[in-house]
């Protein structure tokens, strides 16, 4: 899936995402229901025009939701820039989901030529701001050096940012660095703790490896 569908597939939830900007008014927050339920139902215009004048009064989540549509090619004059402007408007605004669109659309070169280093600035603004998505991408930036040095400490402290708020990847690779000592001092009771976490959320391959650091424990000293 691109970037432009993925970010449609979640339009018409993002005017209520917890923690994506600070809280409309009723009266602010009705008419953004009203414009999502107008483009899900497909009446595109209406939609358009409502997000439109929600976002000349400096509404996030329609500032959002136009730079999607110029992504999607449904503006009259749609076109990347305008996305561009549209998504930093939104970002500028404190909405933490147009933050992480936007280095995910960096690093996709939706704007142009792919671009590592301003993705990551996007996602560490993402992730000070709590989307546990953009603290697993800005990990993973730091664990592989790209768009970041490599700092495999940076990866760790991001990778359990987003592991204590449950994201299970982010669990079993902090737990894989606990076991090799990469990044962190190395500890199998903490390598355990990530797997099991891991584990709990289903996660196949942990299982698997909380098995067998169970036994590396139980082992006698050699």
């Known amino acids: 899936m691109r970037l432009?569908?993925?970010?449609?597939?979640?339009?018409?939830?993002l005017a209520t995402a917890a923690g994506a900007a600070p809280p409309l008014a009723p009266a602010l927050q009705a008419e953004v229901d009203r414009a999502l339920l107008d483009y899900e139902s497909g009446r595109v215009d209406q939609a358009r025009r409502a997000f439109e004048g929600l976002a000349a009064r400096g509404v996030p989540a329609a500032q959002f939701?136009?730079?999607?549509?110029h992504l999607r090619g449904e503006m009259p004059a749609s076109s990347a820039e305008a996305a561009r402007r549209w998504l930093e408007r939104a970002a500028g605004g404190g909405f933490v989901t147009?933050?992480?669109a936007l280095g995910r659309a960096f690093e996709a070169g939706e704007f142009g030529a792919?671009?590592?280093?301003?993705?990551?600035?996007?996602y560490e603004i993402a992730a000070h701001g709590g989307s546990v998505e953009a603290q697993v991408e800005l990990a993973t930036a730091y664990y592989l050096g790209r768009g970041r040095?490599?700092?495999?400490?940076?990866a760790a402290r991001w990778?359990?940012?987003a592991a204590n708020r449950g994201d299970v990847d982010a669990a079993y690779l902090l737990a894989s660095m606990y076991e090799?000592?990469?990044?962190?001092?190395r500890d199998l009771r903490l390598a355990r703790y990530w797997y099991a976490a891991a584990a709990r959320e289903g996660e196949p391959g942990a299982v698997?490896?909380?098995r067998e650091v169970d036994a590396r424990m139980a082992a006698p000293p050699s």
């Open 114 to 122: 792919p671009d590592l280093a301003r993705a990551c600035g996007w």
């Open 208 to 210: 698997l490896k909380l």
């Open 65 to 69: 939701n136009l730079g999607v549509m």
């Open 180 to 185: 090799s000592g990469e990044g962190v001092e």
């Open 159 to 161: 990778y359990r940012e």
């Open 149 to 154: 040095p490599r700092q495999p400490a940076e």
């Open 98 to 100: 147009a933050q992480l």
């Open 4 to 13: 432009r569908d993925a970010l449609l597939a979640g339009l018409v939830a």
